[in-house]
């Protein structure tokens, strides 16, 4: 009788060993399967960003759709596909102030879908979060490097992408609340330039012809930064009589840095943002934890003596990278 007690209890510890084994592996394959999608916009590959198609990242997989800058349209266009193939969460940027945009947002949300934003936040929408740089204190360091590189006398154009954009206007902010401290620095225009390179070859030659005064130039997106070097090279405009400070980094950006042409970049890291942003989501999916409302980033005022290649170089793991 014994004997047998024995048998049945051996038994069924092994098929409680299998019955565990078959769970767990279920529960790994289902954390496997999240299905998220990340809508980007196409000037990240200019900054070196390597988005491929899909990636697996914190045991998630993660399909990558790219828009151009020019209109809403195409982010529009993908926002809604993803609602409609019901993914388990959405990463994008809240480009501009488009209101079928905000409303896809909460439609996503409203059909259970956390969206969660990087880069730019549309703070009148439901998103369940946002992850970004402070773009507001990105502004102030950018402003402090104009003061340094200047000596606290400028005379200064600023070239945002669009002041709708909420990343834009706070950078402004953040510039101009360092600048009203400074009694011979002063704002001339600022100026919208939609990442349109044609208009900001206009815009920038328009500005200097309209204000001879103007000696420093602040890009507060990428497309200007990447472009500006050449544009005031083409109109014989050195460092010495134009200073400029920019934000992100490209390969254009950073050999104008090298040379003198620029005195620093405003840099954020996407990588780290996209991270933070997949954490969130699974965070919410797993355990119907909130994401927090707001998850700044690092930025870093890059200048002569950075590890560029470093930088270049790396990819969606976070070490290389390392913030102020």
Not at 90 to 112: F, P, Y
Not at 135 to 142: P, S, T
Not at 299 to 311: A, L
Request: net charge negative.
């Amino acid at each position: 009788m014994k004997r047998y007690l024995c048998l049945v209890g051996l038994n069924c510890l092994v098929l409680f060993g299998v019955m565990y084994s078959f769970f767990a592996e279920k529960q790994v394959a289902y954390e496997l399967n999240y299905r998220f999608m990340l809508i980007y916009p196409q000037v990240w590959k200019e900054q070196n960003y390597e988005m491929p198609d899909m990636f697996e990242l914190e045991r998630a997989n993660i399909k990558c759709v790219s828009f151009g800058s020019t209109s809403d349209d195409e982010q529009i266009e993908a926002l809604r596909k993803a609602v409609l193939a019901n993914v388990d969460g959405i990463i994008t940027v809240g480009t501009g102030n488009s209101r079928e945009l905000a409303d896809l947002v909460n439609e996503a949300e409203k059909e259970g879908i956390p969206v969660v934003l990087v880069d730019s936040d549309l703070r009148d929408t439901n998103r369940s979060g946002y992850v970004g740089a402070d773009n507001c204190r990105a502004g102030q360091l950018a402003a402090r490097d104009m003061v340094e590189a200047t000596d606290g006398q400028a005379n200064v154009g600023i070239i945002v992408s669009r002041l709708d954009n909420t990343s834009q206007a706070d950078r402004v902010a953040g510039f101009e609340r360092v600048l009203k401290e400074q009694e011979n620095m002063k704002i001339l225009e600022v100026l919208e330039c939609e990442e349109d390179r044609t208009k900001i070859r206009r815009l920038i030659g328009n500005m200097l012809q309209e204000h001879p005064e103007l000696d420093a130039i602040y890009c507060t997106e990428s497309v200007s930064s990447d472009m500006a070097g050449e544009i005031l090279q083409e109109l014989r405009c050195g460092p010495e009589q134009v200073k400029v400070v920019c934000s992100d980094l490209s390969d254009h950006i950073w050999e104008y840095i090298q040379e003198g042409r620029y005195y620093s970049a405003v840099v954020q890291n996407i990588y780290e943002q996209i991270e933070e942003a997949v954490v969130c989501l699974k965070e919410y999916i797993n355990n119907g934890v909130n994401a927090p409302d707001l998850v700044y980033t690092g930025i870093t005022s890059v200048k002569k003596g950075f590890d560029y290649e470093s930088w270049r170089a790396a990819g969606l793991d976070g070490e290389a990278w390392k913030s102020e």
